[in-house]
């Protein structure tokens, strides 16, 4: 009976306040209701926030107990150590068998690891040449004009592509459509006439340590090239001494020790920041208190438009002939294959200030398009002495051009 008085007086409140008279009984009923319904959510949530206080005191209250176990570890820790510590010495005979095993192959697999670091120059140019010949009814003029854009998008270059059709368009009796052995044939003896090639050996002064000079623009693996050139130097019985004349760069010095504790090369630096000149000097006072056969200088890595360093790179030249006679013997400019005409731009401009004698092609493995190897050559008129096609120091190959032209068209 409260309960209804209770509901009756909240009617004729509501009614008094606005509401119709004959809902007055249901919008009291509705109100209690809705008020029963926000009373039971707020009972969940003071039980949920309980609940959830409950379960992070059970995980703090683990915390204490995991202090006991965490020492358990800290005993049986040695035992691994040791059962770790008495095979690690086996491993160590390893390197002793590798180096004989890998040099008995070495030789067995140069041209295959030549052809496999041009696969990728292969697939471009002469897997777009098969095709092209495919989709033509006759060798003509189309065919001839997207030959030439084949072979400028392979960076031949302007005037070696223009060379090279030309060429070919006086030759194209001798060609099969159907036989693209053929094709191949006459564009590899192009490609090769075009190609110059250095000494096969490096010419040994009268006096003194034969002397190469290493230029180049930053990040086309100038310090990584010298490493590889001293180690296949020392396989060959000579003393090499390097010397770290990159002093901008940081830890290029370290770099250059690195190679050298591998190549069994001393190297004679100065601290970062010094004159490259001073080191060259130095340099090349060991290399002659040494007996040492060959002395190769690293340089800075700088751009080709900025003078001023260029200038430097003169220095360097005169400082290092005024100690050894007619050194440097040799300026190897290095040159990354994938920088396309821009290697080209790099070479003529290094070529201007400091009398490069001989190119390294770095990184013909990667995105390379060959092409440029033949642009160099053609139109610089300088020998490509070296070329690399791999991570590893054999993959710094003597450029070889018989060599490249088998393994650019060789059969997949």
């Not at 067995?108 to 696969?119: I, P």
């Not at 056969?293 to 700088?302: E, K, N, P």
Request: hydrophobic share 45%.
């Amino acid at each position: 009976m409260n309960f209804e008085l209770w509901l009756k007086e909240l009617a004729d409140f509501l009614i008094a306040s606005g509401v119709p008279a004959e809902h007055g009984s249901m919008a009291a009923l509705a109100l209690v209701y809705l008020c029963l319904t926000l009373l039971s959510l707020l009972v969940v949530v003071l039980l949920l926030k309980r609940n959830l206080r409950s379960k992070e005191r059970m995980a703090e209250k683990p915390a204490e107990p995991t202090e006991e176990p965490a020492e358990q570890p800290a005993e049986p820790t040695e035992e691994p150590v040791e059962k770790i510590t008495e095979p690690a010495e086996e491993p160590v005979e390893v390197p002793v068998e590798k180096p004989a095993a890998t040099a008995v192959e070495e030789p067995a697999n140069l041209f295959q690891r030549m052809r496999q670091g041009l696969a990728k120059t292969r697939n471009s140019l002469v897997g777009r040449v098969d095709a092209l010949l495919g989709s033509h009814a006759r060798l003509d003029d189309d065919f001839l004009e997207e030959l030439e854009e084949i072979l400028i998008t392979a960076d031949f270059g302007m005037q070696a592509t223009q060379e090279l059709v030309r060429a070919l368009t006086g030759r194209l009796k001798e060609i099969d459509q159907h036989a693209p052995d053929q094709l191949h044939k006459v564009l590899g003896e192009e490609i090769r006439s075009r190609l110059k090639v250095g000494a096969r050996s490096w010419d040994t002064p009268e006096r003194g340590p034969l002397v190469i000079m290493v230029v180049g623009v930053n990040g086309v693996g100038k310090t990584t090239t010298i490493g590889k050139l001293a180690k296949q130097f020392v396989d060959q019985g000579k003393k090499v001494v390097l010397g770290a004349g990159d002093t901008f760069r940081a830890a290029a010095a370290e770099q250059l020790e690195i190679w050298g504790d591998r190549a069994g090369a001393e190297v004679i630096r100065q601290a970062e920041g010094s004159d490259p000149a001073a080191v060259a000097f130095d340099a090349a006072k060991a290399a002659v208190a040494r007996k040492a056969d060959v002395l190769i200088l690293d340089t800075a890595g700088r751009l080709h438009t900025k003078i001023n360093l260029m200038e430097e790179l003169k220095k360097v030249r005169r400082v290092v002939d005024r100690e050894i006679p007619g050194a440097p013997h040799e300026t190897l400019l290095v040159l990354d294959a994938t920088t396309g005409q821009n290697a080209l731009i790099q070479a003529r401009l290094f070529q201007e200030a400091v009398a490069v004698s001989g190119i390294a092609l770095t990184k013909l493995d990667g995105t390379a398009k060959g092409g440029i190897v033949v642009a160099i050559s053609s139109q610089l008129d300088l020998p490509v002495r070296f070329i690399g096609v791999g991570e590893g120091v054999a993959d710094l190959r003597p450029f070889d051009a018989d060599e490249f032209v088998a393994a650019l068209f060789a059969n997949n």
